[in-house]
């Protein structure tokens, strides 16, 4: 370098933002700028990780590309900014120096991640220092948001600082040519956690290796509870029907399809199909279930998804899985460990009271879970990823604003009660929480308010310089708009609410990156249930069309509003809205006139028609609704499913009517009809028309799932119908999709492909879910661009 002239010689101070630290960074510019022969330092700060450098100006250019281009692959860079250096920088080396806690905005904490190859592979290597080690880990994986206490990322924040690093790890720790570098969680037998496996009274059961006791008792068929990344999960040998079984009656979960760990991808593929977009969701550091499709010709599994086509596999999320997988030839039931109705637990004494009815055994350890995180679920539609649910793996990396969004104000949007979660925007990002749940428990309505409180501290762009608003639901009854109009009130912030549609529309443009300034598409929602207004006269929405954009919605379209003869009875007894239906359509008498000795007209004669009819032509606790879930849920009754009793899980019937649906059944069916009318103002779908094509098919003896795929093509053909008719009207060509109900692979991918075909551009989430899990974000981004607008407080939609 002494030979070069001064003029050459460049000072450069580099600010990088996003997911930059814990996920191998600062090793990687140190790796960089040695190789470069460059001077300076990198350090970790409240801004993110800071960058000053001194050499030739095109060795700082290169260093510049190679942050941008060979970042590490759990990095998640949302900016780069660079500019000449005020000071001297007089090192004549480059250095990792040590890290700097500041208050400004940008930084972050990574999700955590499933391990990596190479420390894999340490847990297979007879003689190494963690060779079956059960809490190895590095730079690029490993626990991240589950451990943190706050920021800087630095071990001492985390619940790793309960155990000091003996010298060999110390020396890897400083070392940065070592893969473990500044691994906050860096750990081996010597230093750090320990495992042990005990009964359900808590007591210790000697063993110099719990896991293989473990794998021999869940082979006998007994009942793990397992303290996994973020919470306990509940292990059975999902081979062992019988023990499966006794799984759902201890925890009280009667249907529900629960999630299943294989040691790796050629378990998996006895049992399932695995696409390439689905292999490369598995082996991702993410490591989410991913819903595939059943083998034909492969072991069943009926108990562990009963009346599903699919089964949600993960590949093993941590050691502790790796090491307790790599004997088991058959997957294991692995689902969340919490009592029913409670949030999942995450500390041994919690879990050893609330779980030990339903565990025979408890593998524990001593490293605390801070940060409650649960599995994140993953389905592909036409090849292409759709989050379910947004957890681990995946929350709090931060997700892109759209265009026009960048300085906007600072938003904290609490989203509703089910499948909560809040989101934080600001800074040109959003930050969207993993889920949390559902609200109307204690725990988990706990749980947000702790949740809410740790990102305010982990991304302070809304909390030290005040968000300019806090957006809510409108339904005056959601626990998470009270909190979100408690903070408004104590913090005396302008408060925002969001119509709910409008916030499942907004969430799904801002997935898309659709600029704020784009013209209005048309939006399809179609869900369980959205207030729309406080005039109880009025239908409640869930089957609507909007003209949209980010600051207001106008409705064109809905499904004909039909009786929900006991009001949320009906949200949890398919054959009310199956009642209501055919009422509605042909009325009740002619019906059980005509098609007498039906299975579907006995059993419902067995319920009490008299006092149901007379609520619904009264109107008396039989409200009005549009929703799309309900028409599901009444197509699914009549077709045999739920024909009686309660459902056990959100969308039950509706998922078992798509899973009937086998692919010859796809091929050869028709489209059961629908009407569009044109009323004044809204375009109307009414249902009606389909009633006697489907009792037919039933009297005719037609199967389950052929009568189930002309309802899902009749119902797409009558979606894209209107909008085509709408599209004239309004001269609009993108369409959005969202809510529940267009998580249903068969329904979201006609839409597609038929919408497509007729030239226009769709929308379908992809990083948020089309659930309630992604309103949050469209509650910001709603009220970001009303605030933008000048139309804060306005109605937003009509």
Known sequence: MNSLTEASICQKTIRVRGIVQGVGFRP????????????????????????????????????????????????????????????????????????????????????????????????????????????????HCGPRLSIIRSLPYDRANTSMAAFRQCPRCLREYHDPAERRFHAQPNACPDCGPSLWLADRHGQVIDSDDPIDIARRRLRRGEILALKGVGGFQLAVDAGNADAVAELRRRKQRPHKPFALMARDLAVMRRFCQIST?????????????????????????????????????????????????????????????????????????????????????????????????????????????????????????????????????????????????????????????????????????ADFEHCLQLYRGLYPDTCRQRPAAVAVDQHPQYLAAAFGRTVAAEENLPLIEVQHHHAHIAACLGDNLRPLRAPPVLAVVLDGMGFAQADPAQPLWGGEIFLADYTAATRLARLKPTALPGGDSAMRQPWRNCLAQLHGALGWQSVAQRYAGLPLIDSLERQPLDTLLRMIDRGLNAPLSSSCGRLFDAVAAAAGINTEGDISYEGQAAMALEASIGDDDWRSAGAYPFALQRLDPLWQIDPAPLWPALLDDLAAGCRRGLIAARFHRGLAAVLVDCLGALARDQAVKTVALS????????????????????????????????????????????????????????????
């Not at 120096?97 to 847990?123: F, M, W």
């Not at 596999?313 to 109705?341: D, I, K």
């Not at 948020?768 to 939609?797: F, R, Y």
């Open 739 to 798: 809510g529940g109900v267009l998580q249903n692979p068969r329904l979201s991918q006609a839409l597609q492909s038929q919408l497509q075909a007729r030239g226009f551009e769709v929308l379908v989430h992809r990083q948020v879910p089309a659930n309630d899990g992604g309103i949050a974000l469209g509650q910001g981004l709603v009220a970001a661009a009303q605030l933008q607008s000048g139309n804060a407080g306005e109605k937003s939609c009509a």
């Open 277 to 445: 977009a689905q292999r490369q969701l598995l082996e991702s550091a993410a490591a989410p279930i991913v819903l595939l499709e059943r083998r034909s010709d492969g072991p069943r599994l009926d108990a562990v998804a009963p009346d599903q086509r699919r089964l949600g596999f993960m590949l093993p999320s941590s050691p502790l899985h790796y090491l307790l997988l790599e004997t088991f030839a058959m997957p294991l039931v692995m689902t969340s460990g919490n009592p029913a109705g409670e949030p999942q637990c995450i500390d041994n004494r919690k879990a050893l009271r609330g779980l030990s009815g339903i565990a025979d055994m408890f593998l524990l350890h001593d490293r605390d879970i801070l940060q409650r995180v649960d599995d994140s679920v993953v389905q592909t539609i036409a090849a292409q990823p759709q989050l379910l649910r947004r957890g681990r793996g995946f929350a709090p990396a931060p997700l892109p604003l759209p265009a026009g969004f960048e300085t906007g104000p600072q938003i904290l949007a609490t989203g509703g009660d089910l499948k909560n979660t809040f989101c934080l925007l600001g800074a040109g990002q959003a930050i969207v929480s993993q889920h949390i749940g559902d609200l109307r428990d204690a725990g988990t309505l």
């Open 28 to 139: 990687a510019v140190w790796r960089f700028a040695t190789q470069l022969g460059l001077c300076g330092q990198v350090r970790n700060d409240g801004d993110g990780v800071l960058i000053e450098c001194r050499g030739p100006k095109s060795r700082v250019d290169q260093l510049i590309e190679q942050l941008h281009g060979a970042a590490p692959a759990q990095a998640r860079i949302s900016s780069i900014d660079h500019w000449t250096s005020s000071g001297t920088i007089a090192a004549d080396e480059f250095v990792i120096a040590q890290s700097r806690e500041r208050s400004l905005t940008g930084t972050g904490i990574s999700p955590d991640l499933a391990p990596c190859p190479a420390c894999t592979a340490d847990l297979a290597q007879p003689g190494g220092r963690r060779y079956r080690y059960p809490f190895t880990n590095c730079s």
